[in-house]
DNA sequence: GGAAAACTTGCACGTTCGGAAAAAAGACGT
DNA sequence: ACGTCTTTTTTCCGAACGTGCAAGTTTTCC
C-alpha cells in the first residue's frame, strides 16, 4: 500500500487519514454543529490553516473516509475482467464495499448524522455522483455502449449506487433485523429483476434472510 | 392558485418566487461564482438580510425552482388513484414534470451549471434526495409496504429519481438529437425490465426512437 | 552539502452567516 | 377610521469562514 511512496507523500496521506479520522471522531462524539476546524487541527496537532489546505470544510473531512471508499470502488471496477458480465463485476466490487471498516453503531451513527445535516447530507450525495459518473464511463467501455449516446450506462451506474444508497438506509434504521449484505443483495435480486410489484404484503420479508451467495 | 390567502401571505410568495427567478436569471446570464446575493436581493428591490431570511445561500435560490417543481411532484403523486398500479402511477407524474417550463437552451445551460458547480450540484442532489424520501412514503403506503420494513419502496423511489436525472443528464449533453421525453420513456422502460444487457453492440441506438408507449 | 521544490504556518483581507432590535406593513376588533 | 397586535423587512453588528500571500521549515534531488 505504502510502495514506492516518498516520505513527503507519505506524510501526506498520514496527515490526510489523521484529519478525517480526527473529524469523524469528533462528529460522532460531540455532534457536527458545534465542532469547529480548530478543534480537528488541533487533535492531530496541526494549524487550523492546514486543516484547510486538505479540506474545505469541516463536513468534507466528516465523510472523506466514505468518498475515499467510493473511489476505491471504481478502482475496483476497472479491475475486474473485461469479459465478465456486468452485473456480476459490479455485484463483486459492491459487496465487498458493504464493510466500511466501521463498528456498525458506529456507521449507523453516521449515517444518521448525515441524513439530519444538510451540508453533510450533500457533501455525502455528491460523492455517490461522482462515483455514479465514474461507473458509468466503465460501464459504458465493457459494454460497448456510449455514455453520451446512449442511456443505459447512466441507468446502470446510477442503480448501482441507489442499490448501495438505499439498503444503507434501511439497515440504518434497525427496525429490521437483517444485516447489511443479506438487504443489498435483496436490492439488487428486485433491481435486476425489474422491482416487480411485491405480491401484496410481504409480511414477514425479513424472516431467515436467504443466503446472500 | 392564490385562492384563500391573505396579502401577506401573497406577498411572501411573490418575493420568494421573484427572488429565484432573479437568481436564475443572473446566474444563466453572468455565471455563478461571480453572483452575490446582494445583486440579487438588489434586482427584487428588497435588502440582502431578506434574501437570506428566504434563502441560505444564492446556490439555493438558484436552484428553488427546480425544487419547488419537485415538491409538486411528490403532491401529484399523492393524489393519483389509490387502485392504479404504481409504475402508471408513477410515470403519470414524472412524464409531466419534465416539462419544466424553461426554454430548451436554457434547460441545457443550468444543467451545465449544476454540473459544474459544486455547492449547485449539491443542493440540487439534496432535492432529489427529499423527493425520493417523500415518494417512497406515498409508494410503502400504495403497495402495503413499509417504508422501515421492506427494501422496495425506497428503490423503486431512487429508480424513479434517477430515471428522471439520467434522462436530463444524457438529454443535456445534446449529442442524441432525441427528444427528453423520448429518452426518459427509453429510461423507465428498460429500468421495469431489469437493465437488460444490451444485445452488444446498439451501434445507432439513437436512430429512429422506439415507440415507448 | 546545497539548491530547488513542496508543505506548513501565521497574518490579513474580504465575504458570508445569523442574531437582536428597531421600523414598516398587514390583520383585526371596535 | 383608529389603535393595537402580529408578521415581515430592515439596519446594525459581531463571529466564523474562505483564501491569498510571504516567511519558515522539511523533503527531494543533484
Redesign the interface.
Known amino acids: 500500500m505504502t510502495d514506492d511512496l516518498g516520505l513527503r507523500e507519505r506524510k501526506k496521506l498520514a496527515t490526510r487519514q489523521a484529519l478525517c479520522d480526527a473529524a469523524l471522531k469528533l462528529a460522532l462524539a460531540e455532534g457536527v454543529t458545534t465542532l469547529t476546524p480548530e478543534r480537528i487541527a488541533e487533535k492531530v496537532h496541526v494549524s487550523p490553516r492546514t486543516f484547510r489546505n486538505y479540506f474545505s470544510s469541516k463536513e468534507e473531512a466528516i465523510v472523506a473516509g466514505l468518498q475515499d471508499r467510493a473511489q476505491q470502488v471504481a478502482e475496483n471496477l476497472r479491475r475486474r475482467p473485461a469479459d465478465e458480465?456486468?452485473?456480476e463485476s459490479l455485484r463483486a466490487v459492491l459487496v465487498p464495499s458493504l464493510d466500511t471498516g466501521m463498528p456498525g453503531p458506529d456507521l449507523r451513527h453516521l449515517l444518521g448524522l448525515i441524513r439530519c445535516h444538510?451540508a453533510l447530507?450533500?457533501?455525502h450525495?455528491?460523492s455517490?455522483?461522482a462515483l455514479s459518473r465514474q461507473m458509468a464511463e466503465v460501464i459504458a467501455e465493457r459494454?460497448?455502449?456510449d455514455v453520451?449516446?446512449?442511456?443505459?450506462p447512466?441507468?446502470?451506474a446510477?442503480?448501482s449506487?441507489?442499490?448501495l444508497?438505499?439498503?444503507l438506509?434501511?439497515w440504518a434504521?434497525g427496525?429490521?433485523g437483517r444485516g447489511l449484505g443479506d438487504?443489498f443483495g435483496?436490492?439488487l435480486d428486485?433491481?435486476?429483476?425489474?422491482?416487480p410489484?411485491?405480491a401484496?404484503?410481504?409480511e414477514h420479508?425479513?424472516d431467515t434472510g436467504p443466503p446472500a451467495t
Chains 1, 2 share one sequence.
Open positions: 458480465p456486468i452485473w444538510h447530507l450533500a457533501e450525495l455528491t455517490f455522483e459494454t460497448g455502449t453520451n449516446r446512449d442511456i443505459y447512466r441507468l446502470l446510477d442503480v449506487g441507489i442499490a444508497k438505499a439498503s438506509g434501511l434504521t427496525t429490521t438487504i435483496e436490492a428486485l433491481l435486476s429483476r425489474g422491482l410489484r411485491p401484496v404484503a410481504p420479508s425479513a
